[in-house]
């Protein structure tokens, strides 16, 4: 049955969701999602928060700091994808200074492990052949080469890292006797971040009844990787090791070479806790090798009990200045939705909002029907099979979206 977005009785909710709106393609399509397939169906309470380039530099980024504590104040934040500005940045928004990354500012407020899961459509089969279910990335928030020291070193001479206690006892150690000019690193982490990573990963795993790998290169990095590794197996002897087993489900700890060279064989259907970097890295891989970087949710979940859902993916810098230029583009808007719905949902378990779940979960399907059924963006219908009738551009998409959505 099919009946007027003006006669849908719209569904309430008790509490705020942080709604960080960000920049060029990915806020075109946010106000799009929000006009066509939130508003009309739901009355939509939000904190606002605009972390557009221009107005994190109009704020000298005190916005970006708000935004991070509303969402540790009201548990659930949605955010849009944000140019982390470079000196090419400045000049073409002229902007007082450099900003931080925006991302790494509220990571390191909500500390946390950032949740990552391709979005599998019948029609689009992964570049792996063997994969038949998702991987589901789990990257490490804090620290590392994300909060590292460097210097570029002008001529010989000896670099040491040096650590002075509280009550002045030192430990030092040579990094290196440098012969020439070269540059130099040093980097941490904290035990608390790493063992809150572990639990994130061990209770994800858990909730979702699917094994869990983890991989370090603890054999070249004894002290620190290895440390990792020694947590991650004292919390899972401790807390988890009975829980695991009668879920059925297992804990498979290994080098992250030999994890990246199984993992191309596996069948997939299993969470991949990754370090930082590693997390990054596979992150990119595991969406393009399943898709399309706009096909994979992304959710951060810190330890303080809040939850941050945004897209993988960045602003779609090129796709924005066709835009700019009067052009339709077909910039996949799936993995925004799918933030969206995350949000609503997370929000609707929190606030026990059965009908605020049953829209996040019917919006989901409406989009991934839509797909199914062969109305898609550019970036997809390169790769399905079969091929679609028409490529459609993301208004065009939204509404074919909506139409779905309108049945369920
Ligand atoms: P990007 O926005 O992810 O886009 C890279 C390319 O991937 C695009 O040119 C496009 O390929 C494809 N693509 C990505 N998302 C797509 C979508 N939704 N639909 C269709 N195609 C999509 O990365 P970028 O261009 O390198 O970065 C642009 C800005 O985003 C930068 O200023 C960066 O700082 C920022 N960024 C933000 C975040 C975040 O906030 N989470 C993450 C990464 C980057 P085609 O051109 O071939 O169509
Ligand atoms: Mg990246």
């Known amino acids: 049955?099919?009946?007027?977005?003006?006669?849908?009785?719209?569904?309430?909710?008790?509490?705020?969701?942080?709604?960080?709106?960000?920049?060029?393609?990915?806020?075109?399509?946010?106000?799009?999602?929000?006009?066509?397939?939130?508003?009309?169906?739901?009355?939509?309470?939000?904190?606002?928060?605009?972390?557009?380039?221009?107005?994190?530099?109009?704020?000298?980024?005190?916005?970006?700091?708000?935004?991070?504590?509303?969402?540790?104040?009201?548990?659930?934040?949605?955010?849009?994808?944000?140019?982390?500005?470079?000196?090419?940045?400045?000049?073409?928004?002229?902007?007082?200074?450099?900003?931080?990354?925006?991302?790494?500012?509220?990571?390191?407020?909500?500390?946390?492990?950032?949740?990552?899961?391709?979005?599998?459509?019948?029609?689009?089969?992964?570049?792996?052949?063997?994969?038949?279910?998702?991987?589901?990335?789990?990257?490490?928030?804090?620290?590392?080469?994300?909060?590292?020291?460097?210097?570029?070193?002008?001529?010989?001479?000896?670099?040491?890292?040096?650590?002075?206690?509280?009550?002045?006892?030192?430990?030092?150690?040579?990094?290196?006797?440098?012969?020439?000019?070269?540059?130099?690193?040093?980097?941490?982490?904290?035990?608390?971040?790493?063992?809150?990573?572990?639990?994130?990963?061990?209770?994800?795993?858990?909730?979702?009844?699917?094994?869990?790998?983890?991989?370090?290169?603890?054999?070249?990095?004894?002290?620190?990787?290895?440390?990792?590794?020694?947590?991650?197996?004292?919390?899972?002897?401790?807390?988890?090791k009975d829980l695991f087993e009668k879920a059925g489900i297992t804990y498979f700890y290994t080098l992250i070479d030999d994890a990246v060279a199984r993992v191309v064989k596996s069948e997939g259907g299993f969470l991949w806790a990754c370090k930082n970097y590693d997390g990054d890295v596979m992150s990119d891989m595991i969406a393009s090798a399943s898709g399309s970087l706009a096909m994979m949710t992304s959710v951060l979940v810190s330890p303080n009990g809040a939850f941050e859902y945004e897209a993988a993916h960045g602003t779609v810098q090129q796709h924005y200045y066709r835009w700019k230029r009067g052009e339709k583009t077909s910039t996949n808007p799936v993995a925004l939705i799918f933030a969206w719905s995350g949000a609503l949902a997370k929000r609707a378990n929190l606030d026990g909002n059965a009908e605020l779940m049953q829209f996040a979960q019917k919006l989901e399907m409406a989009t991934l029907r839509t797909i199914e059924e062969g109305d898609m963006t550019g970036d997809l219908a390169k790769l399905a099979n079969p091929a679609p009738l028409q490529v459609l551009d993301s208004w065009e998409f939204v509404q074919a979206i909506q139409k779905r959505l309108k049945t369920l």
């Not at 991070?68 to 140019?83: D, E, N, R």
Request: with cysteine.
């Open 1 to 240: 049955m099919e009946y007027n977005t003006a006669e849908i009785k719209k569904i309430t909710m008790d509490n705020p969701i942080v709604e960080i709106d960000g920049d060029e393609m990915t806020r075109v399509l946010w106000a799009l999602v929000k006009e066509q397939l939130l508003l009309p169906f739901v009355d939509l309470k939000t904190e606002y928060y605009d972390l557009s380039l221009e107005n994190r530099d109009a704020t000298d980024d005190q916005v970006t700091h708000d935004a991070a504590h509303a969402i540790l104040k009201h548990k659930v934040g949605v955010k849009c994808a944000t140019i982390t500005s470079n000196n090419a940045r400045k000049a073409e928004y002229n902007l007082k200074h450099l900003h931080p990354s925006p991302n790494a500012t509220i990571r390191a407020i909500l500390d946390g492990t950032v949740f990552r899961k391709p979005i599998i459509v019948q029609s689009i089969q992964p570049t792996v052949s063997t994969w038949k279910k998702p991987i589901v990335i789990a990257r490490h928030a804090y620290g590392d080469v994300y909060k590292n020291a460097e210097l570029s070193i002008p001529g010989p001479g000896k670099v040491e890292l040096v650590y002075t206690g509280k009550d002045g006892t030192e430990q030092r150690i040579v990094v290196a006797d440098m012969k020439g000019p070269g540059v130099v690193q040093g980097m941490h982490n904290l035990d608390d971040s790493i063992a809150s990573f572990a639990r994130a990963c061990f209770l994800y795993a858990l909730e979702e009844k699917i094994d869990m790998w983890f991989a370090t290169k603890d054999t070249i990095s004894k002290i620190y990787d290895g440390r990792f590794k020694e947590l991650f197996q004292e919390i899972f002897e401790k807390e988890f």
